[in-house]
């Protein structure tokens, strides 16, 4: 039987997309990537990962957008460090994740759970300036939906354990003092975002 010659097709390129990554506040750094691998092998979560670090800035390069916003590796990272510290070239691969993690959820991909928990987090403190864990597992849920709040119900032992240590108070902590103020700087983060991804 004829073998098909996989490299006799050329590989195409889509760079708009990896144009765009490259654009975030820490997606030039990619570039300088040489695939030496010391991240994939630092990784503690790379088990569990569609693909290493750097497998993923190579996806990103090829222009391969539906596969890198599709994959867990950058909801899977930890923002343990330990990249950071390693990569012989100084990438700061941590904070291209979370860069990755922001604009997977500007462009709709939210299908994992933990972009659920990052906007409920969010929400919850641009609420009050401070955390409720209450308010922000409601939140949690109700992003997830019905089948998720069913499933919660198999956890319920572990928040009434919460509530009867106080881990988890019953009633929302106090706004904190300047709350305006806080809204104000994280209004005008964001200004400057849309300005920088433009
Ligand atoms: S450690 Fe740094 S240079 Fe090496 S593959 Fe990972 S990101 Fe690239
Ligand atoms: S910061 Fe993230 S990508 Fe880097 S080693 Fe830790 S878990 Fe892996």
Not at 95 to 112: P, Q, R
Not at 188 to 198: F, G, I, N, T, V
């Amino acid at each position: 039987m004829e073998q098909k010659n996989v490299f006799s097709e050329p590989v195409k390129y889509d760079l708009t997309f990896a144009r765009e990554i490259f654009r975030l506040e820490n997606g030039s750094y990619i570039k300088q990537c040489m695939n030496c691998g010391m991240c994939a092998i630092s990784c503690a979560t790379r088990d569990v990962m569609d693909y290493s670090p750097r497998q993923l800035f190579n996806l990103i390069k090829l222009g391969k957008k539906e596969e890198v916003l599709t994959s867990n590796t950058f909801w899977s990272c930890t923002s343990c460090c330990t990249c950071k510290a390693r990569c012989p070239r100084g990438i700061p691969i941590i904070d291209v994740m979370h860069d990755l993690k922001k604009y997977a959820i500007d462009h709709g991909y939210t299908n994992y759970p933990q972009a659920a928990f990052y906007k409920a987090f969010w929400n919850e403190m641009s609420v009050r300036g401070r955390m409720f864990e209450g308010g922000m597992t409601a939140r949690y849920f109700l992003i997830r939906g019905l089948d998720e709040i069913l499933k919660a119900m198999d956890m319920k032992d572990v928040g009434i354990d919460m509530l009867k240590h106080g881990r988890m108070p019953l009633l929302p902590p106090k706004k904190i003092r300047g709350l305006g103020g806080l809204k104000k700087i994280i209004s005008k983060a964001q200004e400057l975002d849309r300005k920088e991804a433009r």
